[in-house]
C-alpha cells in the first residue's frame, strides 16, 4: 500500500510540477557553472547505497570543504541556491528517488554513509524503511542550517545533538508508521514551508 502511495503520489507531483522543475533547472544552470543537478550517495533501506538527487545549491567542488552548511553565512552556496534551499525546492528532483523506489514521500531522511557508520545498533532501526523525502525530524528540524550557523562548531553540533534528537523522531516513525502517520507529517511539512519556517 505504501509503495503504491509512493509511485502515484511522486508520478502524480512530477506531472503536474514539471514545468517548474524546467524553470529550476534552468535557472540553477544558468546561474553558475556546475550543470543543474547534484548527486549524492546516501544509505537507503537495509544499508544500500543509492544517489540522491538534487537542484545543485553549492559551487562545484564545494563538497571537499565539508558535508555541513551552515545557512545564509555559507559562502559556498550559490545566489539561486539561497532561494532553492529557503524553500526547500532543491529537494524536488527527489521524486525521481522516489518514482525508482530509493525513497518513499515519507521516512527518515537519508544520510551520508560517513554519518551512518556513528549509528547506534538501536539508530540503525531507521534503516529498515525506505528513506523519505519528509519526515518528522524534517518538520522539527526545517531550519538546520541555520541552528548549525549558529554553531561555533557545526559539524560537532551537528553529531552531538541534532543527529541523536532527528534520529530519535526517525525511530518513533519507524516503531509507528501508518498512512494516517504519513498523512500527518505531509500536511505537517506543507503548512511549515507555507508559512516559510
Do not use: C, W
Not at 534552468?26 to 556546475?34: F, I, M, R, T
Not at 545543485?56 to 559556498?76: F, H, L, N, Y
Request: zero cysteines.
Amino acid at each position: 500500500m505504501k509503495r503504491l502511495f509512493d509511485i502515484v503520489t511522486s508520478g502524480l507531483a512530477l506531472l503536474v510540477l514539471l514545468p517548474l522543475l524546467v524553470v529550476l533547472a534552468l535557472a540553477v544552470a544558468l546561474g553558475s557553472p556546475g550543470g543543474s543537478f547534484f548527486r549524492q550517495t546516501r544509505v537507503g533501506r537495509g544499508g544500500q547505497p543509492f544517489q540522491l538527487l538534487k537542484f545543485r545549491s553549492m559551487r562545484p567542488g564545494s563538497e571537499a570543504k565539508g558535508q555541513i552548511t551552515v545557512g545564509e553565512r555559507d559562502p559556498r552556496i550559490t545566489g539561486v541556491g539561497h532561494l532553492l534551499r529557503r524553500t526547500k525546492l532543491d529537494e524536488l528532483p527527489q521524486l525521481i528517488n522516489i518514482l525508482k523506489g530509493d525513497m518513499s514521500v515519507v521516512g527518515p531522511r537519508p544520510e551520508v554513509p560517513r554519518y551512518v557508520a556513528l549509528y547506534t545498533a538501536e539508530q540503525r532501526e531507521v534503516l529498515r524503511v525506505r528513506p523519505g523525502l519528509t519526515s518528522l525530524a524534517s518538520i522539527a528540524y526545517i531550519n538546520e542550517n541555520e541552528v548549525l550557523g549558529r554553531s561555533a562548531d557545526p559539524e560537532r553540533t551537528y553529531v552531538e545533538e541534532v543527529m541523536p534528537a532527528k534520529l530519535a523522531l526517525d525511530l518513533r516513525y519507524v516503531r509507528e508508521q501508518s498512512l494516517a502517520l504519513d498523512l500527518r507529517i505531509i500536511a505537517g511539512t506543507l503548512k511549515r514551508l507555507i508559512a516559510g519556517t
